[in-house]
């Protein structure tokens, strides 16, 4: 394992109204913590692309609403059976529902216009936040992708604030799902430097698992860097835990003093300097829909 070096060289926060309750005939209810968690379409109006053309007669509901990057199918589903979303006004609760090409979608009052999907690979440097917005006025991953596109993109899973290395950002509900879920096993490699050398034996019990407050974790693969000193190592994982690097060399008794991604999934750092992004290519986001 040979992680590579690289040289080192804004999103508005929205304003959203209060949400009430909506509750079905049978009970179900969603809450203004859940709404949260969905796309606020008054800042897509204007902003996204003309609706898609149809390839065939009529789509599924909940496919419509993945594509325009509200959520996954699944999610969609949840949102249907609770009464929010409307076609041709009228509030639709079946599963399954198909709509008609110039049908009119709106979920929560507003009309979804469904958007080109994009994905931007970000290679992050210190200092920044992975978060829409900071009340506290930090600085977030979103200033550095501001300029990627005008449709409103979203980190796929996290990096703290003294991490770096690769975040990928886009509005593909389903595919953010994917590369979140443990699964599926998006693969992650970071290149880690240790306040002092690291045992062969240490890398061992990476290897077999770390007993950590939120249960057992290992690593897939565990080696020192090629050409480095021993306090330097690169590990791969799949897991998706928080701060899970950094916790697992604490439990063993050492000091995380630079953790950098050098991998997701496919993807690389490969010409990408830092602080920097770029759009993947249409082959780069067929395998990672095809991946496994």
Do not use: W
């Amino acid at each position: 394992m040979r992680p590579k070096k690289t040289n080192s060289p804004k999103d508005n926060a929205s304003v959203k109204k209060p949400l009430a309750k909506v509750t079905t005939e049978n009970k179900k209810t969603v809450t203004d913590r859940d709404k949260r968690k969905y796309i606020d379409f008054k800042i897509k109006v204007k902003k996204g692309d003309p609706l898609p053309s149809f390839r065939e007669d009529n789509i599924r509901l909940n496919k419509y609403l993945s594509n325009a990057g509200v959520c996954s199918r699944r999610e969609a589903d949840v949102l249907i059976q609770t009464g929010v979303v409307s076609v041709n006004g009228k509030i639709v609760t079946e599963l399954g529902y198909k709509i008609q090409p110039g049908d009119v979608v709106q979920y929560d009052g507003e009309t979804i216009n469904a958007e080109t999907k994009r994905y931007v690979l970000l290679n992050k440097p210190k200092g920044f936040i992975t978060t829409m917005d900071d009340p506290r006025g930090r600085k977030t991953v979103m200033t550095l992708v501001s300029k990627a596109c005008r449709e409103r993109i979203y980190p796929v899973g996290r990096l703290d604030r003294e991490t770096t290395g690769l975040l990928l950002f886009t509005n593909d509900g389903d595919m953010a799902k994917k590369l979140t879920h443990p699964r599926y096993q998006a693969r992650k490699m970071y290149h880690v430097e240790l306040h002092k050398p690291v045992s062969r034996e240490d890398l061992e019990k990476l290897l077999n698992g770390v007993d950590l407050e939120d249960g057992k974790t290992r690593v897939d693969k565990a080696e020192y860097v090629e050409d480095k000193s021993a306090r330097e190592v690169g590990v791969e994982l799949h897991s998706g835990k928080n701060r899970i690097v950094r916790r697992l060399f604490e439990a063993l008794g050492y000091n995380v003093l630079k953790l950098d991604r050098v991998q997701f999934a496919s993807l690389t750092k490969k010409d990408l300097p830092r602080g920097m992004f770029r759009h993947l290519t249409e082959q780069e986001v067929a395998f990672l829909k095809m991946s496994k």
